[in-house]
């Protein structure tokens, strides 16, 4: 070996030494640094914290909503348990899932459009999400699909919360129905900026209420969401369910409603097959206890996702079933509005002995006005006039009182305004007056002839049922500023104050009450024949009603007043009227006059006030054969109705008997209780 | 094995694997096995797949390095210049009709064989280095006329890996490179102004050659902590699984963060978090301990080679596995950026483990067919 070359070896080793030396030196800076990470982590508890932050996740809890009641405590929305079956798709293997689906389908006996459905489903989503392939199953279907898990890997079946309806369509309306949140509203709580209920309403179990008091009472109904942690993976699926820390759910406090079940029942099924409404007020406290819009739908349907295609059938329905004719429904009061008409001409100083001649027609401003009664009702006064519906006797009746003081009358009866009684889409209606036409038609002059279609309900006028039963509720009070409520007792419900007297004449409140008297129970009036026997009896002494075909000894008839009414639909023209009125039988359902009719009662000792509208007087043949054909304007479409409601109210007397206290109805419940997952 | 017992050439095919370096097969094997247990952990305690694939391809790996490492190693020399020169082609054929995978251009598909060519570099730079160093006058070797052939070896392969782009495969191939030019005895008074002229370079064009957005690249780059959910990411859930293990770790299968997926990529890149999670700091320290202890070997495998090929080849392996190690577990503990370069015989795939195995074949076989007359084993 050359000098030269052992001088090489020697540096190589010297440079050797130098890298190991320098490989020692980065090994320890490695090591230190692996000693710093827990050090740091032994002194601020950073790095464990943030690994269990990573591990846990927050899993919501939906709260069970408030229990809505009747005034007796009868349920009407509840929170139960739901047992459904689901799948996670990538637990049952792609290969696995039409079998599996199949086999559940089999268990469960489902039609086999929904199992291709449901595989659509499973295929269509997310490998890691749940895909619900039966909900609201019965116990025993949950039973045979629980003992036949461990022969379907990734299936499982558990029981969570959902709202109910036990009386189904009967109080689709004044309680709506709950439903998940949409996109828009998640996006418009996001846009308010509370991420935090943005999480919350994304969660698959939560449900808002959507319609009815279910939507107006939400906040106070809805509960305290409560959470569950969970162990996760990075991707969100949860590892592990057992061990972590929880925190139950606040179930919502419970309502009670002013509706008697039993009767609002009775109406609904009463107007089956028919569109209208029937609103039965309290005249002292204001509890709607009848508030029934027909048809209705079943509201069950729509909490678990109601398909489009039925929710078009519903939408599409000539009937209208989603819409909630008592608030939202606006029609003509017809001759019921003449209640209005002959207090403000009263008010406005009409003679005691005030008498027309009625001829079957009005001559003004080079026109003819017509009474419904062809030939003419002959000379009447205001009794025979409520009576008989004279149109003509109101005309001038209302040219006395004058369009300001017929308006502001029906203002002050409640007409013309929206009442917050707790649900969604109430209008106001309308109550022409001068104000009203110019924003309406600026400058446009003041047609004169309004007075005389005003003074007998047709024209411009629109109101609802529910004002129909306030104006009704408060006449029959004599004069009450009476306000209507659907909730008695909740949270923040404030209990019902003692109406003030409003400041319309007495006197023509008595002979209005006196004409009404004649309409139902004396004979000759308009709804006579339908109300004169209610085949109720009352015994002077305890006010108790008993129902029975005669007059038990020494027992008084239950009498009411009334007021029929026909709101027209269809402009009759002259040419028409000249060939004879075409009869309602003979044209379109959708052509026919609306049917009213108000009343309260009992006379004796008024309590009850009642309005029913049917649109377009009656059935319809064609869509709901073997039902009563058309029969004609208020008396004979709409006064049956209210014989049989009034019947049934006058006849339990809901105001009389002891309301449900909601502290006696929520202490002895046993609440549902979420279960835990893992079935 | 110690010195005194190496008499003469071996000749009998069992008399050669008796004098085969079996201690560093066994750290060799040790490491793999650990690599196996890691894989069993990753996929949720079931053997098939990785753990299995892992140990059986370690094994099949063994057994050629063993049959190679018995074969002359002057045929390492002979082929040393081929290697390189056939693997630089195969990176310009990989530049001008190579496969993208993942946004980088690694990969060439000859046939039914799909390669990464830069990994055969990572090997031949050291063979084909060793070998111009190996007979050269000692008088030039350090001087800076010779030096220009080597740089030139070293900065061709490095410019077309890092176009690729792949940071982690260039860095580690130019170190290895520039540290057996370093041993072969480039003199300081190149190396001091040559260290300085890049270090300031670089200062320089960053303050003054780069835009904005550029700079603002390399700060996220070498500050991954700014941005924990994006660059960052891999490094944050890296050192909180660490970082929460504590001395004796959470328990083997009982990770949260690797259990849980939190750690991405732990079956390959980030397989050190993993064993820092579960086996706590002496788990760490007892891997990086076997990986040292193979460097140390590796190395006196070099001191005690007679020629200068052997000596500069087998410390070139072995700088290169200390590379491996350093980046790799450097990168997993936020020290230095990450560039993508996996734990060797641990982690997760073929390639690597096949490149470093070769490497070793090259080891165990200079130690195997070191000269007899070289006594030269000072260091250890």
Known sequence: ?679 | MTISSMQGRPRGMSERLGRLNWAIITLLCTLAFVGVIMHFSVADGSWAGRPLSHGGRFAVVLALVIGVALLDARMWMAIAYPVYFGALVLLLGVEFMGETRMGATRWLSLGPLSMQPSEIMKIGIVLALARYYHNMDPRNAGTLLWSIPPLLMIAAPVALVMHQPDLGTSMLIAAAGVGIMFLAGLRWRYIIPAGVAAIGGAIAAYFFVLHQYQRDRINTFLNPDADPLGTGYHVAQSKIAIGSAGLFGKGYLQGTQSQGDFLPEKHTDFIFTMIGEEFGLIGAVAVLGMFFVLFLLTMQVSARARTMFGRLAAAGIGLTLALYVFINTSMVIGLIPVVGIPLPLISFGGTAMLTLMTGYAIVLSIDLHRDQSSTRGFLW
């Open chain 1, 1 to 679: 070996m050359t000098t030269a070359k052992r001088d090489l070896h020697s540096v190589f080793n010297r440079r050797a030494i130098l890298i190991s030396g320098g490989s020692t030196v980065v090994m320890g800076a490695i090591v230190s640094r692996l000693a710093y990470l827990q050090a740091e982590n032994l002194v601020t508890d950073t790095y464990t914290e943030e690994a269990r932050d990573n591990r846990f996740d927050q899993r919501i809890i939906a709260p069970p909503r408030g229990i809505l009641y009747d005034r007796f405590g009868e349920m009407l929305a509840v929170t139960s348990p739901d047992y459904r079956v689901f799948l996670i798709p990538e637990q049952v293997g792609l290969k696995n899932l039409e079998p599996t689906i199949r086999r559940v389908g089999e268990i469960l006996g489902l039609p086999e459009d929904v199992i291709v459905r449901r595989l659509r489903d499973a295929r269509g989503a997310k490998r890691s999400d749940p895909v619900i392939i039966r909900a609201g199953l019965r116990w025993d279907e949950f039973s045979a699909i629980n003992v036949r898990l461990p022969e379907l890997p990734g299936v499982r079946a558990d029981a969570s919360l959902i709202r109910r309806y036990p009386y189904d369509i009967a109080f689709a309306h004044p309680i709506g129905y709950v439903q998940k949140p949409n996109q828009a509203e998640v996006d418009a709580v996001i846009a308010e900026g509370d991420e935090r209920r943005a999480v919350y309403l994304r969660n698959p179990d939560v449900r808002v209420g959507k319609s009815g008091l279910e939507a107006s009472l939400e906040k106070t109904i809805h509960g305290e969401a409560g959470w569950r942690m969970v162990q996760v993976n990075a991707a969100g699926r949860v590892v592990d369910e057992i061990g972590g820390e929880t925190r139950e759910p606040v179930p919502g406090p419970g309502v009670v409603m002013t509706i008697d079940a039993e009767c609002q029942r009775g109406a609904m099924e009463r107007m089956a097959g028919m569109s209208g409404s029937c609103v039965v007020m309290d005249i002292v406290t204001g509890d709607l206890v009848v508030m029934a819009s027909s048809p209705g739908f079943n509201p069950n349907e729509f909490v678990n996702g109601i398909s489009p295609s039925r929710f078009r059938e519903l939408n599409e329905d000539p009937y209208k079933p989603l819409f909630h004719k008592s608030v939202t429904g606006a029609y003509k009061p017809g001759s019921t509005f003449k209640i209005c008409t002959g207090i403000a001409a009263v008010e406005a100083g009409l003679p005691e002995n005030f008498r027309v001649n009625c001829p079957g027609y009005f001559p003004f401003g080079g026109r003819a006005f017509h009474c419904w009664k062809k030939g003419g009702h002959g000379t009447v006064d205001f009794h025979a006039a409520m009576k008989g519906s004279c149109n003509v006797f109101f005309y001038q009746a209302g040219l006395r009182a004058g369009q300001q003081r017929i308006a502001d009358t029906a203002r002050l009866l409640g007409l013309g305004q929206k009442y917050d009684i707790g649900v969604p889409s109430v209008v106001p209606g309308i109550v022409p007056d001068e104000a009203w036409w110019k924003t309406k038609r600026g400058n446009e002059p003041f047609p004169p002839g309004m007075i005389l279609n005003t003074a007998i309900g047709q024209g411009d006028l629109l109101t609802t049922p529910l004002q129909l039963a306030v104006m009704m509720a408060r006449v029959a009070s004599g004069g009450k500023e009476v306000m209507p409520r659907l909730v008695r007792e909740g949270p923040g419900i404030a209990p019902a104050k003692e109406a003030r007297q409003l400041p319309v004449s007495a006197d023509g409140i008595k002979r209005v009450l006196d004409g009404m008297f004649g309409v139902a129970s004396e004979p000759g009036g308009t709804a006579f024949r339908t109300m004169g026997n209610l085949e109720l009896w009352y015994d002077p002494a305890t006010n108790k009603v008993v129902d029975a075909p005669t007059a038990p000894a020494g027992h008084k008839q239950v009498q009411v007043g009334g007021k029929t009414g026909t709101a027209q639909v269809r402009v009759i023209t002259a040419a028409e009227r000249g060939g004879g009125v075409k009869r309602n039988n003979d044209i379109d359902w959708k052509l026919r006059d609306h049917a009213l009719f108000v009343c309260y009662g009992p006379v004796h000792n008024p309590r009850y006030a009642c309005a029913i509208v049917i649109e377009h007087g009656g059935t319809d043949e064609e869509r709901y054969p073997g039902t009563v054909g058309y029969i004609g304007g208020g008396s004979a479409a709409a006064a049956p109705i209210a014989r049989d409601v009034m019947r049934l109210v006058l006849s339990r007397d809901p105001s009389a008997q002891p309301p449900a206290n909601i502290a006696t109805l929520e202490a002895g419940l046993r609440r549902p209780q979420t279960v835990k997952g893992r079935a």
